[in-house]
């Protein structure tokens, strides 16, 4: 099956600070991309909708300003979480579709941000 | 908008057969997906269904009613191994959104 990468895999930061999260789609090319936020015990929740090349789409409720989307190629995808705060703290993770027709997506090993 | 309910949690012992149910409401529908999730770990595909009826994927079988907005996740011969989260989800398409909602998770307990 097709490989997603994510790194870093886990990240502590201080209150303020930003962070960047990259994605990788390993073998495969993504035309879309997906960003999830997961907190403990809760299910996955989109947090945008990524086209290379294209501006992300942002689900109601994220800001945009805050949590920054980039694709700049078919393999990677980068989420900074900037001016991060406590409550920033969870379980992102990325997915990748290589085409619009296809169903499944595959998702990476995620990332686990702790802000202090 | 789109919701989609599923048991919290279900106990199965290993060797049975345990079946997850999903009901959804969605604005559009165009298939429900399967994923499992282990603690920790990414949630990998198992399955979709587009059309009513029955998939078969080794131990794992879907099953889909488009007409009651229902669907369930059907696991056969439990190993321990399959002791992890089970999600069904749809595809929110419109507006340049086209991710997964998913449903809140069903946490499936494995007995030996």
């Known amino acids: 099956g097709a490989v997603v990468s994510q790194h870093p895999s886990w990240v502590i930061c201080k209150s303020g600070t930003s962070v960047k999260i990259e994605c990788r789609s390993l073998?495969?090319?993504?035309?879309?991309m997906f960003w999830y936020r997961q907190f403990p015990k809760q299910s996955l929740m989109l947090m945008a909708t990524?086209?290379?090349?294209?501006?992300?789409?942002?689900e109601q409720g994220v800001e945009k300003d805050k949590f920054l989307i980039n694709h700049a190629s078919l393999t990677l995808s980068t989420l900074t979480v900037t001016s991060a705060h406590p409550e920033d703290s969870s379980f992102y993770i990325c997915?990748?579709?290589?085409?619009?027709?296809?169903?499944?997506?595959?998702f990476g090993p995620g990332t686990r941000l702790l802000v202090l | 908008g789109q919701s989609l309910e599923q048991p919290s949690e279900v106990t199965a012992v290993e060797g049975a057969i345990v079946q997850i149910n999903c009901t959804y409401q969605?604005?559009?529908?165009?298939?429900l997906s399967w994923y499992q999730q282990h603690d920790g770990g990414a949630p990998t595909f198992l399955s979709y269904?587009?059309?009513?009826g029955l998939e078969e994927t080794g131990r794992f079988s879907s099953f889909l009613s488009r007409s009651d907005s229902y669907g369930y996740l059907l696991l056969q011969e439990l190993q321990m191994k399959d002791s992890a989260s089970y999600f069904c989800?749809?595809?929110?398409?419109?507006?340049?959104?086209?991710?997964?909602?998913f449903g809140k998770g069903t946490h499936l307990i494995i007995q030996p």
């Open positions: 989800a749809v595809r929110d398409r419109g507006g340049g959104a086209d991710g997964l909602t």
């Open positions: 997915s990748g579709r290589n085409s619009p027709s296809e169903e499944t997506q595959y």
């Open positions: 073998d495969f090319q993504a035309t879309t």
């Open positions: 269904n587009a059309l009513d």
């Open positions: 990524s086209n290379e090349g294209s501006k992300a789409t942002y």
């Open positions: 969605t604005s559009g529908f165009y298939g």
